[in-house]
């Protein structure tokens, strides 16, 4: 039964995702659409609120189901997040990875990269909805904010494309932070995995 409800999650992430990203692409939405993909949004959170309330209500240890469950915790508290709970998806693929032999440290990898991608993905939706409107902005197409999107997480920091909106901004400041940490994480691993391969050659 767990089973089926995770599985029913997984395929409200995706057609939250769908309704999340439909604005960015498309600069005039009908209002009934509009409306259609507002209630698609309302559900899914419904759907993540339930599932998190039963988790913390049958849980034994409330604190550390908390702590295990930040995903779930972030999905449900930041509208734009909700999409996270895809995140479960690339975990198993992560598992995966490690059980064919490619070796730990490059799932681990593989499995932050795609994160990394990810992230910026939604980031560059969210400032593309709430950017483009706005008189001044620099930021009028989904190319654009993936533009930025891609940039800040990297850390690169062009300057071409920045935030002019206070919800825009602290977007931008949530994004340089988990860039640092994600793109610190592949460096690290990729220092590590070369480190491994270097200590290998020298034990033959």
């Known amino acids: 039964m767990r089973k089926i409800w995770n599985e029913f999650l997984t395929i409200l992430a995706l057609t939250f995702l769908f309704a999340f990203s439909y604005p960015a692409f498309t600069e005039s939405i009908p209002e009934s659409t509009n409306q259609i993909l507002g209630i698609i949004q309302w559900v899914c959170w419904l759907a993540f609120a339930v599932d998190l309330l039963l988790g913390i209500v049958t849980s034994e ?18 509208p734009f ?18 059980k064919i032999a490619i070796g730990r440290q490059f799932a681990i990898m593989v499995k932050v990269a795609i994160t990394t991608v990810f992230i ?18 620099n930021i009028k197409t989904f190319a654009d ?19 002019t909106t206070t919800e825009g901004r602290l ?34």
């Open 120 to 137: 910026a993905y939604i980031a560059a939706v969210q400032i593309t909805i709430t950017e483009r409107a706005v008189e001044g902005s």
């Open 145 to 163: 904010g993936l533009w930025w999107a891609v940039t800040t997480v990297t850390t690169v920091g062009y300057g071409d494309r920045f935030p």
């Open 171 to 204: 977007l931008a400041v949530m994004l340089m932070f988990m860039g640092i940490s994600l793109v610190g994480v592949i460096t690290a691993s990729v220092a590590a995995w070369f480190v491994k391969m270097n200590q290998d050659e020298e034990s033959k």
């Open 81 to 98: 997040l909700r999409p996270l709970r895809l995140m479960r998806v690339i975990s198993f693929g992560g598992l995966a990875l490690q």
């Open 61 to 78: 240890n409330k604190v550390a189901y908390l702590k295990r469950h930040p995903l779930e915790i972030a999905s449900v508290l930041l």
